[in-house]
């Protein structure tokens, strides 16, 4: 079923828009923006450039991480008959955003729900970074206050993998600084005004780039990399031990050699021999 009067049929398009750059704009993308019913937008001020680039007239509803309950419930309701589009202010709509509530919602009520893939600083950023991307975690935005940012990234300082954060300019100097105290000094890149005349990519240690931006934070909007941790130096003797006399609180001398041996990457006969001796 379509409707007749835009040509598609009911439900939700997720539209990525540009983040910079208004070419990047997909031709699918732009078609969906000319022919949908209603276009739900975070800001009508900042979609209604993007919507006369693409040559839509379509009417622009509010819809963000503000917006009430029964915002949300009637954009639902009029997809059982309607097309909406949904756009974010830059990149794929639902990243750092909630807007993931209203795809749920419409799933459950049956509608039909469309993606347009298309720009994401998260994955622009990656590619800017020179970082390896085989594994990666999008962290968002840290918390304001030093206890919740440290917290959260003590959460993540053992992971494998390279970290995404969003961050503003008046934050950033200090958000690289606590980077390199709870996850270390590890490799890492600043991007910031992705796709735009002002495009710029920074890489270095996190102290290095914390100081570099100490004194003049930068504008625009930030992505930071952060390479993942370096190889673990190799377990010692002492390490071996306090492991093998825990793992046997709870294990058989067997398992417990086993248990450490894949913790630590050790010699599993070697640490049979070695909790033997430590349970004689």
Known sequence: METEFSGLEPGLYIVAGPIGNLGDLTPRAAEILRRADVVA???????ARLLRHAGS???????????????????????????VALLSDAG?????????????????AGRKVTTLPGPSAVIAALTLSGLPTDRFLFMGFLPAKAKARGDVLGEVAALRATLVFYESGPRLSDSLSAMA??????????????????EETATGTLTALSQRYAD????????????????????????????LLEAMTRLPVSKAAGEVAKKLGLDRRTLYDRAMDLKG
Request: hydrophobic share 35%; charged share 30%.
């Open 57 to 83: 007239d379509r009417t622009m509803l509010p819809y963000h991480d503000h917006s009430a309950d029964h915002v949300r419930q009637r954009l639902v309701e009029r997809m059982a008959s309607e097309s």
């Open 181 to 198: 105290v709870h996850l270390g000094d590890r490799d890492a890149a600043v991007s910031r005004e992705i796709s735009k005349a002002f």
């Open 92 to 108: 794929t709509p639902l990243i750092s955003d909630p807007g993931y509530k209203l795809v749920r919602d419409a799933r459950a």
């Open 216 to 243: 003049t934070p930068p504008k625009g909007e930030i992505v930071v990399i952060v390479g993942p941790p370096g190889e673990a130096p190799p377990a010692s003797a002492e390490d071996a031990d306090a492991a």
């Open 41 to 47: 937008v975070e800001d009508t001020r900042v979609s």
